[in-house]
């Protein structure tokens, strides 16, 4: 029997990834789990969905393609990669200003809930499944996502946080998707993810002054692990094409629409963190969007039309209704009621005049399959 691996980067099971992290969770802080433990409309969710559905899928229509990217995800490229090296500058935590700090550990932390999120998934859909193909590829992508969580929780340790993984898959609220739901969204997640990743990799190349924190050195072999994951939902999608056909186009632009629009919001609450990386957030969603629309072409039948004079003013619009709803709602009473009911209602006004801009509509390729090319 093979040693026990003492790190996750090592560990060849999301399971074996989770008792390493278990035995760490002594050190872990209630501070940074209560935030993950949050369940708002910008934070990230656990879900969990229909099994046996899942586990009814057929890849054989997609064999030829499915194959090579199993091939690729056993091969284990980046096995030992997610662990601190001799790469891994000092981190001068007690000094660093503290409004970015704050920012960039509350990064840290929604980015590692959102990694276990895919863990936990993932591990339950092997766990519950008895389809050979697609249980062996959950088991593949729960291993990937138990590894990216534990090497965020290494980065948070040294700044004295950690987010207690055991407690969260226990006590965190699941939502339920139907799983057509868990591949546009997880799908897009997995995409998005690869797309942020890249854009910030590629811009810290350029400008090595800016990484200010060590972590962003890893963001390659990291993102190249999404982009097989996103690869694998849209294969998967490929297997019914009733998934990306008809009156389902209507949920794929409800999804592409709230998860660029959550990404906007969300990245504009940082400004610290983004004046750090030198980077301007609204240059940042563009550059995301434009990447993950090029790749989404691959499976979507649409793309969003994101150079349309409406899309930037209300997602403008929705950023400004959701200061105002935070204000409100830290102001309480009838004044913050009502606060937040009229930021609710311009925020939903926001929304609305995102999804109704007309999309874009193209020819899919035969073959789905796309290697990072970013
Ligand atoms: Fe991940
Ligand atoms: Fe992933």
């Keep these: 029997m093979p040693e026990a691996a003492r790190h996750t980067a090592d560990a060849t099971t999301a399971e074996e990834s989770l008792a390493i992290q278990e035995e760490q969770a002594k050190l872990d802080s209630a501070g940074a789990t209560a935030i993950a433990m949050q369940n708002t409309l910008l934070t990230p969710r656990f879900y969990t969905t229909d099994f046996d559905e899942l586990d009814a899928i057929s890849v054989e229509g997609v064999r030829d393609e499915w194959d090579p990217l199993i091939a690729e995800m056993v091969a284990d490229p980046n096995k030992g990669h997610f662990r601190k090296t001799a790469d891994w500058d000092h981190v001068d ?5 503290p409004g970015l700090k704050k920012e960039f550990i509350d990064f840290l932390i929604s980015s590692c809930t ?3 999120s895919g863990c936990v998934l993932y591990k339950e859909m092997k766990r519950r499944g008895s389809n050979k193909e697609v249980t062996q590829l959950f088991q593949l992508m729960a291993r990937d996502e138990a590894r990216h969580a534990g090497f965020i929780n290494d980065a948070l340790r040294e700044a004295g946080v950690a987010v207690n993984l055991g407690f969260l898959t226990q006590k965190k609220k699941y939502t339920y998707f139907r799983p057509k ?3 546009y969204a997880t799908y897009l997640s997995e995409k998005i993810g690869y797309a942020r990743y890249i854009t910030i990799f590629r811009h810290l190349e350029q400008h090595p002054e800016h990484r200010f924190h060590p972590i962003f050195k890893w963001f390659e072999e990291w993102c190249n692990d999404e982009f097989r994951h996103g690869e694998a939902f849209a294969l998967l999608m490929k297997t019914d094409p009733k998934l990306t056909s008809g009156h389902n186009v209507w949920w794929i632009k409800f999804f592409l629409t709230a998860v660029y629009a959550t990404m906007y919001v969300r990245d504009h609450q940082r400004p610290a963190f983004h004046e750090a990386l030198g980077v301007d957030p609204d240059w940042y969603a563009h550059e995301v969007f434009t990447k993950t629309s ?3 072409t691959q499976i979507f039948p649409i793309t969003l039309d994101i150079e349309h004079p409406r899309w930037q003013r209300n997602l403008e619009r929705l950023h400004k209704a959701n200061v105002d ?3 409100a709602k830290t102001r309480g009473g009838l004044s913050g009621w009502l ?3 009229w930021g ?4 939903a006004r926001a929304f609305a005049a995102l999804y109704t801009i007309p999309a874009k509509r193209h020819d899919r390729p035969a073959e789905v399959r796309l290697q990072p090319a970013y």
């Design 294 to 296: 090029a790749i989404t």
């Design 344 to 347: 609710s209602a311009r925020a």
């Design 181 to 183: 739901f868990i591949y």
């Design 93 to 97: 935590w007690d000094n660093m200003e």
């Design 325 to 327: 709803i935070a204000a």
């Design 114 to 116: 959102a990694e276990f």
């Design 339 to 341: 606060g937040n009911l």
